[in-house]
């Protein structure tokens, strides 16, 4: 199976802020690396996929970059209702494991 | 509006069965793939198995596999997760999601079905 590891697991910045989240995959996924937005109670939110690609009405402050087995998420001018759980997804073979996640606080 | 809604969770004793279901409108079930995806209390998400568009193709994780079974009514839209032999560790929110077609990623999820396992 393929592992993925993001990094930092906890974060925190300020509104107006930009951070980068990183997720290292095991072995080469080409760019099948998906990333989602979780808030409390709430089902995830697809993000980006083919990682870099911008989901459907998803606010253009968030972008993805990467191939192989290094990706960033960048989350420039930090609004209030991005402070959540971000997680890295692979969906180059099954199984398609998700990274540990990511947690992003206010400061 | 396009919309995934599951249902079946409860709390079962350890060793027992339970069907998930998820019932998809809004848009051509039968055109897309779909996952299972579960989150146990306070943990990150873990990918469960995944459904071909028309049934023919299904895929599990090594922690379900034999116990738990993906499958789908093209002709009711509804998915369905058939888990058997549960254990303590299966307890977890249970969301059903649509795969955004030829990518693998999960575009829209339902709200979730809460699992418990315990005796």
């Known amino acids: 199976d393929i592992q993925m590891t993001q990094s930092p697991s906890s974060l925190s910045a300020s509104v107006g802020d930009t951070v980068t989240i990183t997720c290292r995959a095991s072995?080469?996924?080409?760019?099948?690396l998906n990333w989602y937005q979780q808030r409390p109670g709430k089902a995830p939110r697809l993000l980006i996929y083919?990682?870099?690609s911008l989901q459907s009405a998803v606010p253009s402050r968030f972008s993805g970059s990467g191939s192989g087995t290094d990706f960033t998420l960048t989350i420039s001018s930090l609004q209030p209702e991005d402070f959540a759980t971000y997680y890295c997804?692979?969906?180059?073979?099954?199984?398609?494991?998700f990274g540990q996640g990511t947690k992003l606080q206010i400061k | 509006q396009v919309q995934l809604v599951e249902s079946g969770g409860g709390v079962v004793q350890p060793g027992r069965s339970l069907r998930l279901s998820c019932v998809a409108s809004?848009?051509?079930?039968?055109?897309?793939?779909m996952h299972w995806v579960r989150q146990a209390p306070g943990k990150g998400l873990d990918w469960v198995a995944v459904?071909?568009?028309?049934?023919?193709?299904?895929y599990s994780a090594d922690s379900v596999k034999g116990r738990f079974t993906i499958s789908r009514d093209n002709s009711k839209n509804t998915l369905f997760l058939q888990m058997n032999s549960l254990r303590a560790e299966d307890t977890a929110v249970y969301y059903c999601?649509?795969?955004?077609?030829?990518?693998?990623?999960?575009?829209?999820w339902g709200q979730g079905a809460m699992v418990t396992v315990s005796s």
């Open positions: 809004g848009f051509p079930f039968s055109n897309y793939p």
């Open positions: 997804q692979q969906s180059y073979s099954t199984p398609y494991t």
């Open positions: 999601a649509r795969d955004l077609r030829g990518v693998g990623a999960s575009d829209i």
């Open positions: 459904i071909w568009y028309d049934g023919s193709h299904q």
């Open positions: 083919a990682a870099s």
């Open positions: 072995q080469s996924i080409g760019n099948s």
